[in-house]
């Protein structure tokens, strides 16, 4: 998976958002300009319409 | 492909090799991204001066090393005053690195709180250098791996990764464990080998690590750090041989789709 972008269709969780990806590798995530671990920040709310960039964390080597 | 926008590339010595030049990096960078703004940081934790933030930090490097390679490291791991003490001596410079593990992802979450909020996006590239040997957790074999780079933000690129995640030649460790058991000097081994693999306080070091920014630089830009060409500096290399090749060898720096998007990132 490299990074990509999402549009939030409805309001939810951090954790939510998570869950309905099915997420479970490392990674950062960025709204509205702010990136952020969702890990510590499960109960954020994305709002409809907010562009979240996945940002998946690559080991090399 | 989404290609990004990139701000700035920054540089950070977070205790490295001598064997490794930066600034010759940063000048690499700055010709291959000719509108990219390429600034070296030096060591980040200069910005915290006060011994409650060195403290701070050392107790959070002290708990994030692996203790046994086949079993996931616990958050939260209390350490030892002993290793606190270590890893302090290890920020103020005073020592080095050396037979410790850490776990990648934390440490990268560790170094990640010394970016600047303002820059914390994927428009700067945060490439944290340093010899802290590192490795990630594989939920298949359900061991750690042994990293050379770490690619997000920030990216981290260990020398001491170059040196020891890859693998050497097959003969190598045969003859290693034969040498061990007959007691003989491992140095005649690596003599034997020399050139094969990239050892150390090795010469070759900052020409390889070069190929390592790019990969930074690549994730950041297409968010994807490497290719399937095996002759292109962008090539995951899991064995030295390899490694070798694609950061020394190969006729070419980067494939002709890569040298491609260079050319676009520079307007050409």
Known sequence: MGIEEIEVKEDKTVQELMDELKITSPILIEVNGEVFYPDENYGKILKRGDIVTLIPIVGGG | ?268
């Not at chain 2, 791991?77 to 290890?90: A, F, N, T, V």
Request: hydrophobic residues 35%; aromatic residues 14%.
């Open chain 2, 1 to 268: 492909m989404k290609v990004r926008r990139l701000n700035k590339v920054l540089l950070y010595d977070e205790g490295t090799s001598q064997a490794l030049n930066i600034e010759e990096i940063a000048e690499y960078l700055r010709k291959k991204l000719a509108k990219v703004q390429v600034e070296v940081r030096g060591d980040p934790f200069a910005f915290y001066p006060s011994q409650d933030k060195v403290l701070d930090y050392a107790k959070k490097f002290a708990s994030i090393k692996i203790q046994d390679s086949t079993k996931r490291m616990l958050s939260g791991q209390e350490p030892l005053y002993g290793e606190i003490e270590y890893e302090k001596r290890r920020i103020l410079g005073k020592t080095r690195a050396f037979g410790i593990l850490y776990d990648g992802l934390e440490l990268q979450r560790i170094l990640w709180q010394l970016i600047l909020r303002e820059e914390s996006s994927l428009e700067f590239v945060h490439i944290f250098f340093n010899n802290r040997l590192f490795a990630t957790w594989n939920e298949y074999d359900r061991r750690y791996h042994a990293r050379v780079s770490l690619y997000g933000i920030p990216s981290i690129i260990s020398t001491t990764g170059v040196v020891e995640a890859p693998a050497k030649p097959r003969e190598y460790y045969i003859l290693k464990q034969q040498y061990e058991m007959l007691g003989k000097d491992i140095l005649e081994l690596k003599d034997a080998f020399q050139g094969r693999f990239i050892d150390y306080e090795d010469e070759r070091l900052t020409e390889v690590v070069k190929g390592y920014a790019m990969q930074a630089v690549f994730y950041a830009l297409i968010g994807d750090p490497f290719c399937e060409d095996e002759g292109c500096r962008l090539y995951n290399a899991h064995w030295q041989e390899e490694l070798i090749f694609a950061q020394l060898v190969s006729e070419y720096e980067f494939c002709p789709r890569h040298t491609g998007l260079i050319e676009d990132e520079n307007g050409h």
